[in-house]
């Protein structure tokens, strides 16, 4: 398995056509996956706005007002009500929001990015990224690139483990997951729970290669990797009814 | 970044050398980074066991029976005892055991695995993951192969995400997290939070060419690969003051 970083990508503007840009820059093959971090692809979709659009709710004046006084910082009522647009579900109020977007990831603040916008305050995640990256998809086939895979990636921290890994919040041309449920070991025992979130470690794997800030690379293609012949499926995101963590944070309040 | 997996390895057996069995088997060159699955380690630390080596204490006997209770499937008290000598905490006791390990990684039945046994009932993790890569570092080092550092890797589920992801265990010779604290994006803001867990990230890319099962390749070297210069840390596994979802999920009882 190889990666090899996009390089030389301009600053992405509203309505850039990310496949095109790519594909112009980069050598992409059959069965290749193409990961996209989702800062650019908000970036080409608009997805960047500012704190004065938000009219502020009472919702989100309690909101601001409550992390204020636990985190002892100031906490801008106009950004609590971008978060709460963002999201369906609020897991953790304070003294971080910890949130799940309209498409099923929970981040904190909604995945909503403060540094990385150029002339806006803010940039929201994609609104369906898993659209996004079949539209990524459908231009590459549009420019003869038949058959790769497409990712479009986020960095987010996680409960129990220190620091941020890449992760997938959207995907096209490949299932979210492998399922070796049912596979034999070399001793011929059946496996344990083995369902393998390959787009999550796909994402992941990019991410060692993109790098933050400045000299960020936001693609990456990954070659010489083939999801095999196992069943795949495309839940990523757990079930409510699958969740006990969550089902454990709604039942919880932070009291400092 | 290119990714190898290191074929041929044979059934490790307690006190195998898995330096020299790598190292016999690949090319390792001075900023490599081995990534080798928590299995091997544990076969070659003789780390296998029988349930009937368990003594089982009154709360196995409780733990035991509550999970029967919840799930309607027989549970070996044994087990329990074995999952229960293996942690230092138990987060979730049913309607599955989510364990700390006595090292700081938080499993499902503290990571103990019942396929991939031969011979024996159960396989436990590595008694201190840390020190395993060490000694197989130190064991490189000896044959010559300076300056491979070494990731032992588990597979785990996680909250809010469906299914499971490579992630690291133990790790010598680089340190387990990249700080982009303070560097500057694009535009020149500061970036947010953003400590870059890179040995998950390794772990989860090296799962990408193990596979599981009959045909799983148990290590895999990762080349061209670099750490940076930025500053590294080896927190890995969140502090309890740190996590909110451990304070949660202390709080919580499953009630069906």
Partial sequence: MELEPVTDLPEIRPGDDLAELIATRTTLEPGDVLTVASTVVSKAEGRTADLEEYPVSGRARELASRLEAITGEQKDPRFAQAILDESSELLIEAPFVLAETRFGHIAPNAGIDRSNVPGHDILLLPRKPTESAE?????????????????????????????????????????????????LDRDGHELGVTVQSVVDELAAAANLVTGEGAGGVPAVVVRDWAFGDLEGSDELFRAVEDDLVREALREWTFDG
Avoid: N
């Fill in 135 to 183: 539209r990524i998809r459908s231009g590459l086939t549009e420019r003869g690139h038949e058959d790769v895979a497409v990712i479009v990636t986020d960095t987010c921290g996680r409960p129990f483990r220190h620091g941020q890994t890449g992760v997938a919040i959207g995907w096209a041309g490949m299932p979210a997951s492998r399922d070796w449920r049912g596979e």
